[in-house]
């Protein structure tokens, strides 16, 4: 059973039982047998989330305007994938990714707020910032009246790590540090 905060589907009981039964339902070539049993499997449109999030950044790396994608579906549970694209302090492109596991319900907050923590590596593509391992925690504040949650949502977000620094042609492993904000807007 998923615990995820958001977005609550009420066919989200086993992401297991709903791959299963989305993989029969391709593989018999027949959309009825998805939305035969809503308690069982929810249906194909529902089973995943990707959302669009515009973010700025500003830290030990300088500061880094980007857009990331963050991907929810039943395969992954409570977890999310978050690729991200920025500009560098130098307006070269960095790249990033995370896995963020949804800790919500653990924290019982609201159902219209969400607070997500996980691993990240960045590549920052700075004249003085390389490589950077972190610890990403997103906090997220959903716009939306229900029942569609979390369609549009702002939030906050903060890193905590290891930093590949170069300065000089000496390169140094240093704390990084960022604070950012995001508008999120989900598919």
């Not at 998805?34 to 249906?43: F, Y």
Request: glycine share 10%; with cysteine; proline share 6%.
């Amino acid at each position: 059973m998923s615990i995820s905060a958001y977005p609550q589907r009420p066919g989200n009981k086993s992401p297991l039982l709903a791959v299963l039964i989305l993989g029969i339902a391709a593989m018999a070539d027949s959309p009825a047998l998805v939305a035969a049993d809503a308690d069982a499997a929810p249906a194909a449109a529902d089973n995943q989330d990707i959302r669009i999030v515009p973010q700025i950044m500003a830290g030990t790396a300088g500061f880094e305007p980007g857009v990331a994608v963050e991907w929810r579906s039943a395969l992954l549970g409570d977890w999310v994938l978050r690729p991200e694209v920025f500009l560098s302090e130098n307006v070269r492109v960095g790249a990033g990714l995370s896995a963020l596991y949804d800790f919500s319900p653990a924290l019982a907050l609201p159902k219209n707020q969400a607070f997500e923590l996980g691993p990240r590596l960045v590549f920052h593509n700075a004249d003085h910032t390389g490589w950077e391992g972190d610890a990403l925690a997103t906090y997220t504040y959903s716009l939306d009246d229900q029942p569609k949650a979390f369609r549009q949502s702002v939030g906050l977000l903060g890193t905590l790590g290891l930093c590949d620094h170069r300065d000089n042609g000496d390169n140094r492993i240093q704390i990084g540090a960022s604070l950012g904000a995001f508008y999120s807007f989900r598919f």
